[in-house]
């Protein structure tokens, strides 16, 4: 397939990287036809000369973690483009003179009855009937061949392997429910294991790995930012973690606002949650490294405070959270609306968010080094962290 960008990208111009302290990771969201603001968040990125020493993302959030760990740097933003623009949806009317009349139900309509070429299409094992034994690689309302074949072309699994930067995708066990991080540093990254954390039940089938049948990282975890916590070894890092569903909102007052609101808090919330429970595991690894270090130099080297000091931690995080507002006239469906204007709309909100958040350098802060995790919302703030607020 050669993909065209039929809409010109925003030139961009590179500039010196400014000095990190520590590791640049993204972290990504799921969040269907959201997930374009990714793409305008690593666009602003790049222009700035920050390129990711790992991503790691479910969902939409693994395949656009994929385009960039499949690349060189030169290759990540116009694949990323032709990614985006490869998957519009661009129903029959949208080029006739009445095409703006119709409106976005029958746009919605259309792509949930007909599918999005290079993504998704109706699955006929669906005409069986919902009790049909067809097997969890085929209970879905959808295939997705066109996906596979989209990000084939698009991803060098073989440079994956170079882990530069390093990619880690997640996708849930269906038999155990567990949480499954596939880790390039760890193993090959394959096209099933993306596909399998983009597998959004019921819309799309399960991919098996291993003879494991997998489904979409986001049931578990839609914003995967314990991982980087969990490393081992930890290294002082900058995390960009880009959240596509807001987790606070306007109160809701028709069903179909409740509707969307719901899946924002449903989505969003876990994010909400980890990272404060991080910041205070974090806090006690350190709180054990300066105990450890106030003992006598003898006791500290006793096997048994060695095994304590090895709980220890001395790396400092940066969280910055980039927060994808709603765009005007959004609603319950947004995540399925691929027409080219929310894309472009989306990508362009995550590069001026972007770059509105690197000019406050909110990696310079300084950390208290008993807490070692310093947050940031978008708006280049610090965000009052859990702890502080159980102080």
């Known amino acids: 397939m050669d993909y065209v960008l039929h809409r010109p990208a925003k030139s961009l111009t590179k500039t010196k990287p400014p000095k990190m302290p520590g590791q640049v990771v993204l972290v990504f969201q799921g969040g269907g036809a959201l997930g374009a603001y990714q793409g305008g968040v690593y666009a602003a990125l790049h222009e700035a000369g920050i390129e990711p020493d790992w991503v790691v993302g479910t969902s939409i959030g693994g395949i656009n973690a994929a385009i960039i760990a499949g690349n060189e740097p030169a290759e990540r933003l116009p694949r990323l483009r032709a990614f985006w623009q490869g998957i519009e949806s661009r129903p029959p009317w949208s080029d006739t003179p009445w095409g703006n009349l119709v409106g976005h139900a029958a746009a919605y309509w259309n792509t949930i009855l007909g599918g999005i070429p290079g993504y998704f299409s109706p699955n006929s094992a669906v005409a069986w009937g919902p009790n049909a034994l067809v ?21 060098d699994f073989e440079r994956v392997k170079s882990l530069k930067p390093r990619l880690t995708v997640g996708a849930v066990n269906v038999r155990t429910g567990k949480m499954h991080y596939f880790d390039s540093r ?4 394959r096209l099933d294991h993306v596909l399998a954390s983009a597998a959004v039940p019921p819309g799309f089938p399960a991919v098996r790995i291993d003879g494991d049948p997998y489904w979409d990282g986001g049931l578990y975890s839609n914003t995967p930012v314990e991982v980087v916590f969990d490393d081992n070894p930890r290294h002082d ?5 880009v959240q596509v569903f807001p987790i606070a909102g306007p109160e809701p007052e028709s069903l179909l606002q409740v509707m969307s609101r719901q899946k924002d808090i449903a989505f969003a919330s876990r994010a909400d949650s980890h990272i404060p429970r991080q910041e205070h595991i974090h806090q006690l690894r350190h709180m054990v490294r300066e105990l450890v270090r106030m003992m006598p130099e003898a006791q500290r080297e006793t096997p048994e405070v060695k095994e304590i000091a090895g709980y220890g931690c001395g790396t400092l995080m940066h969280i910055i959270r980039l927060n994808a507002a709603p765009l005007e006239h959004e609603d319950y469906l947004r995540d399925i609306d691929f027409s080219p204007e929310a894309i472009e709309r989306r990508w362009e909100a995550g590069y001026a968010d972007t770059q509105r958040t690197l000019a406050h350098k909110p990696w310079e802060t300084p950390i208290d080094p008993i807490m070692g995790v310093a947050v940031f919302d978008s708006d280049g703030t610090v965000a009052t962290s859990s702890i502080e607020k159980a102080s």
């Open 135 to 155: 097997g969890v690689e085929h209970a879905a309302f959808y295939t997705t061949d066109g996906l596979r074949k989209t990000v084939a072309e698009l991803v």
């Open 186 to 189: 760890t193993m090959p990254i």
């Open 237 to 241: 890092s900058v995390v960009f973690s």
